[in-house]
Nanobody, 124 residues
């Protein structure tokens, strides 16, 4: 069965950090561009960060640029999202997804494999 599984979410205070993981089962993540999305209650799903399949290019939304870092570990078939200086506005369910489109996109329709998400809550 082809699936991705996210982990690492939790409840943290403003200014703290979390590291999310996304692991693929049944297929090789290394050949896919991967994005992290998030969805807060009552809001649309939004792209947060993206990493290319081949040359390590990355992209970040303006809301997380400078605070979040996406990375790959192909040996572990995993993608990570290091989140620093978390803010209450970062509270959401975070999803990773694999795309069949080589170039950068946050268009959800271009993503083939989705995980079930991991909850991140930032609150004092």
């Amino acid at each position: 069965q082809l699936q991705v599984v996210e982990s690492g979410g939790g409840l943290v205070r403003p200014g703290e950090s979390l590291r999310l993981s996304c692991t693929a089962y049944g297929f090789t993540l290394a050949v896919y561009p991967i994005a992290w999305f998030r969805q807060a209650p009552g809001k649309e799903r939004e792209g947060v960060s993206w990493i290319s399949s081949s040359d390590g290019r990355t992209y970040y939304s303006d809301s997380v640029k400078g605070r979040f870092t996406i990375s790959r570990d192909n040996a572990k078939n995993s993608i990570y999202l290091e989140m620093n200086s978390l803010e209450p506005e970062d509270t959401a369910v975070y999803y990773c997804a694999a795309s069949g489109v080589v170039q950068f996109t946050f268009d959800v329709s271009e993503y083939d494999y989705w995980g079930r998400g991991t909850q991140v809550t930032v609150s004092s």
